[in-house]
């Protein structure tokens, strides 16, 4: 961490370099109060320019430092040093001026920020409120209303539009430190503008409170963060700048102690660490830069639009030209729906649609970089698609499926250069869902595998490398998920009960009401599959409703009964007498909320434990990323590992201890038990018996 003082003139250049992301170490804010006291001891000095080498401005204050006790000097009194100084401090931003960065900028007399800048408070993101002023100073630069949509939204606004709101005095298009330096010296003989702790808040029209209130709690749902961030800029509001003050910073520190704060920050750093797998270290990618997808279904319809998304010109190949028509009408629909819900315009929508060309010949894939497979879930289909692919693709081209259930070795075995294959496993939408399960087989070529890592960044994707197993990472968990939802409704607990525990617990929806959405026939699909290859899989009550027809809304009935045009969820006598006849003899017990939670995650947990063991996923944090990227887990729980690990493992092993005993679930596995006695997931604790 370094802080360098350059003369241009009577302007001072204090450029701040503590990689990656400029973040308020210690040694950043101590270096900080130092320069304000030298800058305002000499003379010659008439402004300040804050630069920030790198790629990004100040990105706040060290998420590292969290967990330790906060040391001096604090930000709040580094802000308030920068206010005080007695000469004008121009704030130049670049990157990501985010947290304790924007902060520090709202304590130098003047911002300004070159265009591709972005501007925010995203501390709610981390279950946190702004801590050094964030909430005090920005409702009297710019008003409460637009304080409140930065602070308790947590998402950044671009240069422009920060100007617009008057959070920053000068955008830049082009040399930022000249274009800065230019600045200050226009202003240097300016008197000093009024410190923004000075200065009123602008009134708020009556209720403005409550309806904001109302808003935030409807976006926040369980997460705690933003209705504080709103309490602390309505103190702001309404009371004088130290009081304010003194209220933000104690909701600061009694949040960053938080469960949910810890539970975010867990997912942060886990989401950060995802695109760069140790294992892949000093591993080159293979190059992508055009692409092709077989099948136009829903599924690679989706995908065509995200790699389409990000840039890469697509091929989608269908058996024969009406198919082919059919699927681009899929991807089309995609893009107008963005219009339709003003996420797009018009223009981008047509420019992303022309980047698709649609085509049944496999010839046009001869100098394609990247193709994935998105036919039907089935072996022969799939194979017959590689066999095509083998003999027209590159040897270097990388060749991958988007199977959810069957073994990508399996489907690759027998094709010319399997090196070049691998699983891309997303999840639909395919344009919407940040998940991507990347699978390789025995024979995957490192730089293949970094492939998938590196087309994830491309899309913006949250990668997660999973083993080869039924279902992989996320639909293996899924399974136990669904095994123990019929368990409960067994064993006393009605399926509205069940998918109301689980949306108390957080989740968007329940799993009964999940399956009616996504249809019962598909799991129905994969029982089949499992029980030819010799498993049982336990689904005595979905098994009949299947046998009657109900797959859920798409047959106005599954677990629940839906009346036609609408799509909530009635109770079904149908359903009620299905589940008492399989429950015959079965002993019945009192359920609360919190006990159906525990018989469905802490066996997802045990699950997820023998996925560590058999290294199909490597990191706990992994399978936090999969539950909650890909099946709604809630992120301010942190992942089911987090959560339990949070909980305490030793409790986890009672409780699962008790289900077994009663027969509701499996006993804790080996590496639960290892895992609960080392206090803890990390590394090495879990895979012992696989001598790792
Ligand atoms: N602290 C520590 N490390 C950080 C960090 C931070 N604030 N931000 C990023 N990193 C690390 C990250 O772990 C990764 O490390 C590397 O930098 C690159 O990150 C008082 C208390 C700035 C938009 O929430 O949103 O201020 O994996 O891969 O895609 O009110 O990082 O390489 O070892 O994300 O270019 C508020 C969080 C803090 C911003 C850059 N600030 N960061 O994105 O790189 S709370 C934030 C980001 C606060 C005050 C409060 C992004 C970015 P490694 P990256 P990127």
Known sequence: MTVTIAREGSVVVVTVENPPVNALSQALRQALVEAVAELDADSRVKAVVLICAGRTFIAGADVSEFGKPPQPPHLPDVVAAIEAAKKPWVAAIHGSALGGGLEVALGCAY???????????????????????????????????????????????????????????????????????????SIAEKPLPLPISHRAVPAVEAGFWESAEKAVAAKAKREIAPLRALASLRKACETDFADAMAFERETFLALRGSEQAAALRHVFFAERAAPRPPELAGVTPRDIRSAAVIGGGTMGAGIAAALRDAGLPVVLIERDAAAVERGLANVRAIYDGSVKRGRMAQAVADQRMAGVTGGDDYGLLADTDLVIEAVFEDLVVKRAVFEKLSAVCRSDAVLATNTSYLDPGAISNGIAHPERFLGLHFFSPAHVMK???????????????????????????????????????????????????????????????????????????????????????????????????????????????????????????????????????????????????????????????ASIADAILLPMVNEATRILEERVALRAADIDLVKIHGYGFPRWRGGPMHYAEARGLAEVVAVLDRLAAEGLAEAPSEGLRRAAAAGGFSAGTVGKRCGL
């Open 111 to 185: 911002r300004v920020a070159l265009v591709s800048a972005s501007l925010g408070l995203p501390e709610v993101k981390l279950g946190i409120i702004p801590g050094a002023g964030g909430t005090v100073r920005l409702p009297r630069l710019i008003g409460a209303a637009a304080a409140v949509d930065l602070a308790t939204g947590g998402s950044p606004v671009g240069a422009k539009k920060a100007e617009g709101l008057g959070l920053v005095d000068a955008v830049i298009d082009g040399d930022l430190r000249a274009g800065s330096i230019a600045f200050a010296e």
């Open 435 to 593: 998940l991507l399960e990347i699978v390789p087989t025995e024979t995957t070529a490192p730089e293949v595998l970094a492939a998938g890592f590196a087309l994830a960044r491309q899309l913006a994707k949250i990668p997660v490398r999973a083993g080869i197993c039924d279902g992989f990472i996320g639909n293996r968990i899924l399974k136990v998920t669904r095994a123990q939802a019929e368990r409960l409704l067994l064993s006393g607990a009605p399926p509205l009960a069940v998918d109301a525990a689980m949306r108390a617990f957080g989740l968007p929806m329940g799993p009964f009401e999940a399956q009616d959405l996504g249809g019962l026939d598909i799991a129905a699909f994969q029982r089949k599959a499992a029980r030819e290859r010799g498993e049982t899989p336990f689904a005595p009550v979905a098994e009949r409703l299947c046998a009657l027809q109900r797959f859920g809304q798409k047959t106005g009935g599954g677990w629940y009964d839906y009346q036609p045009g609408d799509r909530s969820p009635q109770p079904s006598e149908t359903v009620a007498a299905v589940i008492a006849e399989a429950a015959t003899g079965r002993p019945q017990r009192a359920w609360d909320d």
